[in-house]
């Protein structure tokens, strides 16, 4: 089998894992998803802002200082409509005083995204919401020390309501109503089109869903999943610093390229998933040290836990593989050593843990950046799979534990 077979399976079988919760975080976790914590926030969000619904229309981009040009990269092949989107966009920054000033070009390219997004975060709001209202009413203890509300766009979502700040001075009830406002909006609002009411309702629940994303509250007991799809929607925000950080460049004219090739094609995996999942069966279940009684247990919690890990016995699944375009990017970064062949495995490490596993990535070629002193750059498959396959341990190892001791808590309780 080859590398790539073996990261396809594995990428596979770990996104059956991290279906919930991803297993390196708890449900309270503090860390922040990247949309809301990179220091790339500003180009992150020109390319959301550029970014269609399709598969083939994921873009990343990188602003070079020196030569005061942004440079894209797409997973599919760039088109006229993608160089005429970027000609429109610099457009609408050099005119625009406000982010909603760009909501119109917003709706034109991206509303299918756009909608997609809000959609989940709608389902994953509404599983928590009582969980979470029942928290801020009866449990919570607002810090003396930090401010629960602060910041622009609490501003922002103050006046969208009419709301004075005194009216939110009681913290329990303010983060209720702060709650309320979000499901209200994620299920009365219409969907995001290029509609003057359309754009109002979307802005209006940016800036209620932000301000409860920036608060401590929802930092200590937001849910990953959670917090990953408000990261996703409220990231639409952040073209504000993008248009903040154009006003300091004084509007000066700013150069486009785009990355063409990587020398990866889009390749075609038949998966068979049934056998993936059998594998991994037989080797930390039937072959664990653990008595059979045991193993049953751990089968069964996983089989509820995590849907669909043993794989579809019916069919293969058929997988589209491509390089992401964050690492077509950084390829060419390292062409121009802007970048080191590192930040290719950091990367996928980072989107791997951060966001929703995926089966779909090839690695690319790095032949023509090889270096003799640069291991990783030699190696960037075994240092991914090995991750990968780590992951996969941590998890598994995790759930023979738990049956363990469950098997022994009951085997006690009989003797006894």
Not at 14 to 33: A, F, G, Q, V, W
Not at 284 to 301: P, Q, R
Request: glycine share 4%.
């Amino acid at each position: 089998m080859s590398n790539q077979d073996e990261l396809t399976e594995n990428l596979w079988f770990l996104s059956k894992l991290s279906r919930s919760n991803p297993p390196d975080y708890d449900i309270h976790s503090t860390d922040e998803p990247t949309e809301h914590s990179s220091t790339l926030r500003v180009l992150d969000a020109v390319a959301i802002y550029l970014t269609t619904g399709q598969s083939d229309g994921v873009i990343a981009c990188f602003y070079q200082i020196e030569a005061s040009t942004l440079i894209f990269a797409k997973s599919g092949c760039v088109n006229a409509e993608d160089r005429s989107a970027v000609t429109s966009f610099l457009k609408e920054i050099h005119a625009a005083e406000k982010w909603i000033d760009l909501l119109p070009f917003l709706a034109q390219r991206s509303a299918h995204q756009v909608n997609k997004k809000i959609r989940k975060l709608r389902t994953s709001f509404l599983e928590c919401f009582d969980h979470l209202r029942r928290l801020a009413e009866r449990h919570y203890m607002p810090s003396s020390y930090e401010p629960e509300f602060h910041g622009r766009w609490y501003r922002a979502f103050l006046k969208a309501n009419k709301l004075d700040a005194t009216e939110l001075a009681e913290v329990p009830q303010a983060l209720v109503r702060v709650l309320e406002s979000c499901r209200d909006y994620l299920t009365n609002n219409q969907e995001f089109a290029n509609t003057p009411d359309a754009c109002a309702d979307f802005s209006r629940l940016l800036y209620a869903t932000r301000t409860l994303f920036d608060t401590p509250f929802f930092s200590i007991y937001g849910p990953f999943k959670l917090k990953r799809h408000l990261a996703k929607v409220t990231q639409y925000l952040d073209i504000a610093r993008v248009i903040k950080s154009y006003k300091k460049l004084r509007r000066r004219e700013i150069g486009v390229e785009w990355i063409e090739d990587d020398g990866r094609r889009a390749v075609e995996r038949i998966l068979d998933t049934a056998t993936v999942g059998n594998g991994f069966k037989k080797a930390f279940v039937e072959g664990a040290d653990m008595e059979n009684e045991a193993k049953d247990i751990m089968l069964s919690t996983m089989d509820s836990k995590f849907p669909g890990w043993r794989g579809d016995e019916k069919g293969s699944l058929q997988v589209t593989l491509s390089v992401h375009p964050e690492i077509r990017l950084y390829l060419e970064l390292v062409k121009r050593n802007i970048a080191q062949t590192r930040d290719i495995v950091m990367n996928f490490i980072t989107n791997l843990n951060y966001g929703k596993r995926r089966c779909d990535w090839l690695y690319p070629d790095l032949k023509p950046f090889t270096r003799a002193n640069d291991h990783i750059g030699t190696c960037l498959d075994s240092h991914v799979r090995t991750e990968v396959e780590r992951e996969i341990k941590d998890v598994l190892e995790r759930e023979q534990w738990e049956a363990h001791n469950v098997y022994s808590d009951r085997n006690m309780d009989y003797n006894i």
